[in-house]
């Protein structure tokens, strides 16, 4: 069993910055960023793996990902922050890398608890 504690969620306004930190009990490759806005669907984010990262094209060019394997944690940096960015943001890690499915939320068996992300206008 994996355990995956988020942290950096916070209230910021538009144009904003924050970094949100995932801290894993134990080294895991495939880990991503994924969120979920009030009656939305969980949505991927990033995600990264030691061959590579991928990005959704509604953050792309404002939010990076990245990861200190020997802290076990993962990051995400997110710039130029917008209203629409508002969400529980949650960290999934998987033993198995595929980039092919590396920002769907089904293939992610660990999940953390979530940190609320706020961005006012």
């Known amino acids: 069993q994996v355990q995956l504690v988020e942290s950096g969620g916070d209230s910021v306004q538009t144009g904003g910055s924050l970094r949100l930190s995932c801290a894993a009990s134990?080294?895991?490759?495939?880990m991503a960023w994924f969120r979920q806005a009030p009656g939305k669907e969980r949505e991927g984010v990033a995600a990264?793996?030691?061959?590579?990262?991928r990005i959704a094209d509604s953050v792309k060019g404002r939010f990076t990902i990245s990861k200190d394997n020997a802290r076990k944690t993962l990051y995400l940096q997110m710039n130029s922050l917008l209203p629409e960015d508002s969400a529980v943001y949650y960290c999934?890690?998987?033993?198995?890398?595929?980039?092919?499915?590396?920002?769907?939320?089904?293939?992610?068996?660990?999940w953390g608890q979530g940190t609320q992300v706020t961005v006012s206008p």
């Open positions: 134990t080294y895991i490759a495939c």
């Open positions: 990264i793996a030691n061959g590579g990262s």
């Open positions: 999934a890690a998987r033993w198995r890398c595929d980039s092919a499915d590396s920002l769907s939320r089904d293939a992610y068996p660990y």
